[in-house]
């Protein structure tokens, strides 16, 4: 089984920063691209940002500019650090990681951490 923990959620005033961090453990033989989501109450979760294993990046609109995402894969960690923040970033945000977990099949699954809430106060 693989296990995502985020790290790094609070509260903050609008225009402070905040460092998400998230941890993959578990059995596996590759973390693929890993990225962050979140969910505002009352909608649907969406992509902030996702990095692959080479560190190739891709950012939402709302994210570009502010946030910068990053890996460190000797660590299986990813992180995201938010700058610039607004309410409008208040959300649970979540971890994902597309992994491989036989060494005799290429096929990768899907994981998800618990999410961390950033509340972002005007």
């Known amino acids: 089984q693989v296990q995502l923990v985020e790290s790094g959620g609070g509260l903050v005033q609008a225009g402070g920063s905040l460092r998400l961090s998230c941890v993959a453990s578990?059995?596996?033989?590759?973390?693929?691209?890993m990225g962050w989501y979140r969910q505002a109450s009352g909608k649907q979760r969406g992509m902030v940002a996702v990095i692959s294993s080479g560190g190739s990046t891709n950012y939402a609109d709302s994210a570009k500019g502010r946030f910068t995402i990053s890996r460190d894969n000797a660590k299986n960690t990813v992180y995201l650090q938010m700058n610039s923040l607004k309410p409008e970033d208040t959300a649970i945000y979540y971890c994902?990681?597309?992994?491989?977990?036989?060494?005799?099949?290429?096929?990768?699954?899907?994981?998800w951490g618990r999410g961390t809430q950033v509340t972002v106060s005007s």
């Open positions: 578990g059995s596996f033989v590759r973390i693929n691209a």
């Open positions: 994902h990681a597309d992994v491989r977990r036989s060494p005799f099949l290429a096929a990768s699954d899907d994981y």
